[in-house]
Each structure stands twice: as C-alpha cells, then as structure tokens.
C-alpha cells in the first residue's frame, strides 16, 4: 500500500526526516517515503477540506483528465475547483501524470507535532 505522511511542524522536523533518509540511505536500506508538511495546523485542516478529500478519493479513484473533466465528474463549479486543484497540487497531493490529474497514495497519514 502506498501512503503519503502529511505533517504539521517547521524546519527542524523536515530537517529531522531529511537526515533519517540519508542515514537510512547510506547504510544501504531500500525504502520509498513521500512527505508533505505544513507549517500549522489550521494550514493542513484549510488543505484537506471535507470538499478537497472527496476530490482526492476521486483522483485516486479514478483520475482525471483535465481540471474540467473533474468539475463535470464532481459536478462543481470550474473556477472552485481549479482552485482546490492548485492548492492540492503545490502541495504535493495531487501530481500530474503523462497530463492526467491523480492521487496516487492509498492512504494519506497525518502526524502533528507539539
């Protein structure tokens, strides 16, 4: 199963991942992780709203080919959802693959550090 780790921290904690990976990397281990953080918390929530998720299930589900097919296929309005596909997309949650919109991750995984 493939997951994205969506997070809510700052430099240090990017930092900290970061240096795991390489750690991990250099000692020889074979892994695939994908992370995506935000600097709050009420950043994330604003991202992943109820309306951007069903978007997500519908990317992973069953892609899209433009930003329009997905408004026809989620029956909303264009401009709101060019919109919620540029901030997905910038954030890393949404990628574009030989031009189709998807969402490639099974699962998504949300930590949240104190």
Known sequence: MSKLNVHVGGARDMGRRFASAFNRAQAGEKFEERHVTFLSLEEMLAALSPKRLEMLRH???EGAESVKALALALNRDYKRVY??????????????????LIAPWDALTAEVSL
Request: proline share 0%; net charge negative.
């Open 59 to 61: 990317l992973h589900r």
């Open 83 to 100: 919109e919620d596909v540029a901030i997905l997309e910038n954030a890393g949650l949404i990628v574009r693959e030989e031009g189709r």
